[in-house]
């Protein structure tokens, strides 16, 4: 009987028979929990977390409670943020079986103000420390950026190694901001802050490409001005055609093309439209060709006509010798055969237009002379004449040619040059650069 006593006393003592008997749905400990508790423990418990929150900031205004080691932590924080790191701080005391967090966010103004209050005392006697420091930093980097700036207003090296003026304000450019970035770099060195630079260039960076979206045209402007300037397809007083726009070079600034046209008016083109338009150069060459078309009667001699043309072009005075001139038929009309003439001048001694006109009014009298006669705007009857003949005309004397000489295109000249002298530094193109 003793014996069976026994047995049912270690069933009841052991511990899955203990397990076996706790009521089912209870919360059980996650960790281990002592069987030892008692005030003591608890009374330590809350001791070390007061120590702890003593030490922090924000926490004045908590109270702390330690049951069977269960933590009730009750009162107010600045923010929830302080209130949440409550529960990470005090599970790592030793003891610490659960947390109940009743920390709430305060409403006191004046708890409120007084951290920012603090903080700004704090950074104002930091300052106030610095500025000796800060002094030095402003000193180096004002004397960095005072040489950089001596150093880019000196005509000398940088004329010398630019192709022109405009180059040579880009290199000026260059070498302020290199020395301005190099003192703030200093200073900030001097301050111990040069992981700020990393983000105020990042930041520089972002605003510089958000600009030029901002600017697309000007910038592209501003690169075509600098590949004009080094390439220079023309020249002050060249004659030039762009998007079909005529006229005489004036200057190429850093923004436009200033042309002077025919009729006397100033034309400017946008850099960026003469870098990607057609760009034809008439000054390339002395020598320049003309045109005209002259009309005669289907019945003319075809073979007189263009052997007439050639020569008196040739015998022309201010036609040159080479190239030669040429004649040739260049469209059949119902009532008119037209003859396409062409001739060379040298432009640099006559005028186009004068060339042109004077060929004109000598080929129509040595035509006249010759029998060669112009289409008539009419109807006429031909009646069959088998007697009729052809009649012999002897070619007429050339009528003797006026004076071309190129005054139109010299007074030109003259004003592009007027205006050159009175607005030189704001002009790109140089006599000594190269040219495409």
């Given amino acids: 009987m003793r014996f069976l006593i026994l047995i049912f006393a270690l069933c009841l003592t052991s511990p899955a028979w203990s397990q076996s008997a706790a009521p089912n749905g209870a919360e059980q400990p996650s960790g281990p929990i002592s069987v030892e508790d008692s005030a003591t423990t608890d009374a330590a418990i809350a001791v070390r977390i007061r120590d702890i929150l003593s030490e922090l900031e924000g926490y004045d205004d908590v109270t702390v409670t330690v049951t069977s080691g269960i933590v009730t932590l009750k009162g107010t924080t600045l923010d929830l943020a302080h209130a949440e790191a409550l529960n990470d701080l005090i599970t790592r005391v030793n003891g610490v079986v659960a947390i109940r967090n009743e920390v709430a966010e305060t409403t006191d103004v004046v708890e409120r103000l007084n951290p920012a209050v603090d903080r700004f005392t704090k950074r104002t006697a930091q300052f106030v420390a610095y500025l000796p420091l800060l002094a030095v930093a402003l000193i180096a980097f004002g004397l960095i950026f005072a ?39 200093m200073a900030l060195d001097i301050l111990g802050a040069t992981a700020l630079l990393s983000t105020i260039l990042g930041a520089a960076g972002i605003v510089g490409l958000a600009i030029g979206f901002a600017v697309k045209d000007t910038v592209e402007n501003f690169i075509a001005s600098i ?44 850099n960026s439209t003469v870098f990607k338009s057609r760009i034809v150069n008439y000054s390339s060459n002395a020598e320049r060709r003309y045109t005209f078309d002259l009309a005669v009667a289907p019945e003319s001699d075809l073979a007189l006509a263009l052997r007439l043309g050639e020569q008196t072009l040739a015998k022309l005075p201010f036609s040159v010798a ?11 009309g119902d009532s008119t055969i037209t003859l396409r003439l062409a001739g060379w001048i ?37 009646t069959q004449d088998t007697s009729a003949g052809k009649p012999s005309v002897a070619p007429a004397q050339t009528p003797r040619a006026l004076d071309v000489e190129a005054r139109e295109e010299q007074a030109l000249e003259q004003i592009v040059k007027e205006e050159r002298e009175t607005k030189s530094n704001d002009d790109l193109l140089q006599k000594s650069a190269p040219t495409e």
């Fill in 147 to 185: 040489f950089g700036l001596v150093l880019a207003r000196m005509k000398q090296p940088w004329n010398r190694l630019a192709p022109n003026s405009f180059i040579a304000d880009i290199y000026r450019v260059i070498v302020r901001l290199g020395f301005l970035i190099a003192g703030l770099v």
């Fill in 227 to 270: 590949m004009l300037s080094i390439r220079q397809p023309f020249r002050p007083n060249d004659a030039i055609e762009i998007n079909g726009d005529e006229g005489k070079v004036i200057r190429l600034t850093s923004r436009a093309t200033i042309l002077l046209s025919w009729d006397g008016n100033h034309i400017r083109i946008p």
């Fill in 322 to 332: 080479s190239p030669a001139p040429s004649v040739w038929i260049h469209e059949v």
């Fill in 346 to 382: 040298d432009q640099t001694k006559t005028g186009l237009l004068a060339a042109r006109s004077e060929a004109i009014r000598i080929l129509m009298a040595t035509f006249t002379g010759a029998g060669i006669k112009m289409p008539e705007p009419t109807y006429r009857l031909i």
